[in-house]
Nanobody
Framework: QVQLVESGGGLAQPGGSLRLSCAAS????????MSWARQAPGKGLEWVSG????????YYKDSVKGRFTISRDNAKKKVYLEMNSLRPEDTAVYYC?????????WGRGTQVTVSS
């Protein structure tokens, strides 16, 4: 079965950095685009970034452009989100997502808290 497991969250100071990882299993990872989304306290889920199946292109929410970088390692079946210049408004639970045959699969998320 499809499994997505996020890791790497934690507490960071404003201006700091964190690197999130998502380990995938149960499907042919290299065949599918992957995404990151987040849900801040009291708010809805919002898309953050996506990357093509071969890593050839990536897309970002405007508010994270220039600060976040998505990447993937198809050999390791992992997708990453490098987050720099973190802001308090980046505080959220971050989720990894795969859309496979029209169905969205989600991990359980990893908490990112940006606070001094």
């Amino acid at each position: 079965q499809v499994q997505l497991v996020e890791s790497g969250g934690g507490l960071a100071q404003p201006g700091g950095s964190l690197r999130l990882s998502c380990a995938a299993s149960g499907f042919t990872f290299s065949d599918y685009a992957m995404s990151w989304a987040r849900q801040a306290p009291g708010k809805g889920l919002e898309w953050v970034s996506g990357i093509y199946s071969d890593g050839s292109d990536a897309y970002y929410k405007d508010s994270v452009k220039g600060r976040f970088t998505i990447s993937r390692d198809n050999a390791k079946k992992k997708v990453y989100l490098e987050m720099n210049s973190l802001r308090p408004e980046d505080t959220a639970v971050y989720y990894c997502k795969a859309r496979i045959e029209g169905y969205d699969y989600w991990g359980r998320g990893t908490q990112v808290t940006v606070s001094s």
